[in-house]
C-alpha cells in the first residue's frame, strides 16, 4: 500500500508544507496562506455572532436567511457563461481582472481543495470535475455552504465572477460585505453538466473588499475561485498573469515545489480514500515506461492540421477520458496529467499555458503519457493536440491490450508550424483501440512540450 509522505502542498502558491504531529492546518512560509489536512468546518464566518434561533417576531440576518437556502426570490443581474462563451469576454482578464487575497469558507475538504485554493486567477476552469486546486466543503452533502473572500484593490468594479468547476449552478447568492452586507445577486440554483462562470452585475460601479458566495452542495459544490472585473482598465502594476511552468522551472525552489506534488498526490489520494471520496486526480505512475512493443503497425504515416475547434466534432473525435499514466507532470495542479482528458481547452491558443499537460523539467529524456478511453473507437486517425513547443512526439503506442501493446508509429515528426499544431497520425487500416500511450522525445524541441488532448477520430 502507498506510504504516507510528511510533505503537502500549499494550497495557494503549491510550496512544500511540513507536517507536524497533531497539526491539522498548515500555514505556508512564503504566502502565509493556511492550508487544511483534513475535513473542517467553520460554522461561523470570523467576527459575527453565532447564528442562534431568532426571538418570536425579530427579523433574521441576511446571512442567516442564506443560511437556510434559496427561497426561489431573484434580485441582481446574474448572467451563466460557458468557457466557449467566457473565451469572448476578457477571460482570464488580464487588463481587468482582481483576484482573491485572502478566502475563508464554512468548511472545507482540505488539502488541495483547501480556502486558500481560491487565491488569485482561476487553476482548474475550464475543466470540470471533482479536481483539486478548487475550493470543496467538508461534507459531500450539506444544505448550505458559503466562501468569504478578501480583495486588495480600491478600484471600483463592474462585475464579479464566480468560477464553479464541479457541481456547477450551485451558487445562489452573492453578498458585498465591504461596508455592511448588501445583496448583490440571489437566484435559484441549477445543475449543469460543464464548468461555467457566473456574472454577477455591480451596479452602479464600486469598489469590493470583501465577499460572500453561498452555494447549495448536493455532492461537493466546487469554485476554482471568485473574480472582480474593474470598471476600466487596471494600472500595469494591479495586474495579474496565470501562472505558468516557466515561473519555477528554471530555480531550485520550483523544482522542489513540483516535486512536492508528486509526493502529495499519492498522499492525499491514501487520505481520500479512508473518507469514502474517490479522488479525481490521477495519480503519479507505479512503473516506469515499459519496453518498447515488439508488435510494429507498418504503414502508418503523421502530419499537421490547421484545424479550428469546431471540426473536432465535425470529425468525431472521441477524446481520452482518463490518465492511466505518465513519466511527470509539472505539479499536481498545474500543467498536470489530467490536463489532457476531454477535448483541448487551451487550444487554438499558444504558450505556456496552464490546462494542457507539461513535464516535470524541460528536456529531461523521455516524457510518456498513457490515456484511456471511455469505449472502444474502431479507427484509422489518432489526433493529438500541442499547444507550446511541438514537435516532440516520437511514439505512439496501442497498449490497449497490455498483454500484447503495438507501436503504431515511430519516428520524427514533420516541420511544425510556430503555433498550436493538431498532429494526426493515419492508420493503413481501421483499428480497434481503447488505451493509448505518446512518447516524447524532449530534448528534441527544447522548451516545455505540451499536450491539450488526445483523441480517436471515428472510421465513417
Not at 502565509?32 to 489536512?37: I, S
Not at 458566495?213 to 498573469?241: C, F, H, K, Q, S
Not at 499519492?266 to 469514502?276: D, L, Q
Request: charged share 20%; with cysteine.
Amino acid at each position: 500500500m502507498p506510504i504516507e509522505t510528511t510533505v503537502t502542498l500549499c494550497g495557494n502558491c503549491g510550496a512544500a508544507l511540513e507536517r507536524r504531529a497533531a497539526e491539522v492546518a498548515l500555514q505556508c512560509a512564503y504566502c502565509r496562506q493556511t492550508t487544511y489536512l483534513a475535513p473542517t468546518s467553520t460554522p461561523e464566518p470570523p467576527d459575527e455572532p453565532e447564528v442562534v434561533a431568532p426571538a418570536a417576531g425579530s427579523a433574521l440576518t441576511l446571512h442567516q436567511r442564506l443560511l437556510r437556502g434559496p427561497t426561489g426570490a431573484a434580485q441582481g443581474v446574474g448572467v451563466r457563461y460557458s468557457p466557449s462563451q467566457m473565451a469572448t469576454r476578457d477571460v482570464p482578464a488580464v487588463e481587468r481582472g482582481l483576484w482573491p487575497v485572502g478566502a475563508h469558507a464554512s468548511s472545507t475538504f482540505g488539502g488541495s481543495w483547501s480556502p486558500s485554493a481560491l487565491l488569485g486567477p482561476a487553476r482548474v476552469y475550464p475543466r470540470c470535475g471533482d479536481i483539486g486546486g478548487a475550493w470543496a466543503p467538508a461534507p459531500r452533502k450539506s444544505p448550505v455552504e458559503w466562501v468569504e473572500l478578501e480583495y486588495a484593490a480600491e478600484v471600483p468594479v463592474a462585475a464579479v465572477r464566480v468560477f464553479e468547476t464541479n457541481r456547477p449552478g450551485s451558487t445562489f447568492a452573492v453578498v458585498d460585505f465591504t461596508h455592511g452586507e448588501q445583496l448583490l445577486y440571489e437566484g435559484p440554483p441549477r445543475s449543469d453538466g460543464a464548468a461555467q462562470v457566473l456574472e454577477v452585475a455591480v451596479t452602479p460601479p464600486r469598489v469590493v473588499r470583501r465577499l460572500r458566495v453561498y452555494v447549495v452542495n448536493p455532492g461537493w459544490a466546487e469554485i476554482d475561485t471568485v473574480g472582480l472585473l474593474a470598471d476600466a482598465p487596471l494600472p500595469e502594476a494591479l495586474r495579474t498573469r496565470p501562472a505558468s511552468p516557466s515561473r519555477g522551472g528554471g530555480g531550485g525552489g520550483g523544482v522542489s515545489i513540483a516535486l512536492g506534488a508528486a509526493l502529495i498526490v499519492i498522499a492525499f489520494v491514501v487520505a481520500v480514500a479512508t473518507r469514502g471520496r474517490a479522488p479525481a486526480r490521477v495519480t503519479a505512475p507505479a512503473t516506469p515506461l515499459r519496453p518498447r512493443p515488439t508488435l510494429l503497425v507498418a504503414g502508418a504515416t503523421v502530419r499537421h492540421l490547421d484545424l479550428p475547434p469546431e471540426a473536432f466534432a465535425v470529425r468525431g473525435v472521441a477524446w481520452a477520458s482518463e490518465v492511466a499514466g505518465f513519466s511527470s507532470e509539472f505539479s499536481a495542479i498545474t500543467n498536470a496529467a489530467a490536463g489532457v482528458r476531454g477535448a483541448p481547452d487551451v487550444y487554438p491558443q499558444y504558450g505556456d499555458i496552464d490546462g494542457a499537460w507539461a513535464s516535470l523539467a524541460t528536456d529531461a529524456g523521455e516524457e510518456w503519457i498513457e490515456v484511456r478511453f471511455e469505449a472502444p473507437v474502431t479507427t484509422t486517425r489518432v489526433l493529438w493536440v500541442e499547444t507550446f513547443n511541438p514537435g516532440a512526439v516520437s511514439r505512439v503506442d496501442d497498449v490497449s491490450d497490455p498483454a500484447a501493446p503495438a507501436v503504431l508509429w515511430e519516428g520524427a515528426s514533420p516541420p511544425q508550424p510556430a503555433a498550436s499544431a493538431v498532429a494526426e497520425l493515419t492508420l493503413p487500416a481501421p483499428r480497434t483501440i481503447r488505451a493509448l500511450r505518446l512518447v516524447l522525445d524532449s530534448p528534441r524541441v527544447p522548451g516545455w512540450n505540451e499536450i491539450d488532448a488526445i483523441g480517436l477520430a471515428r472510421s465513417p
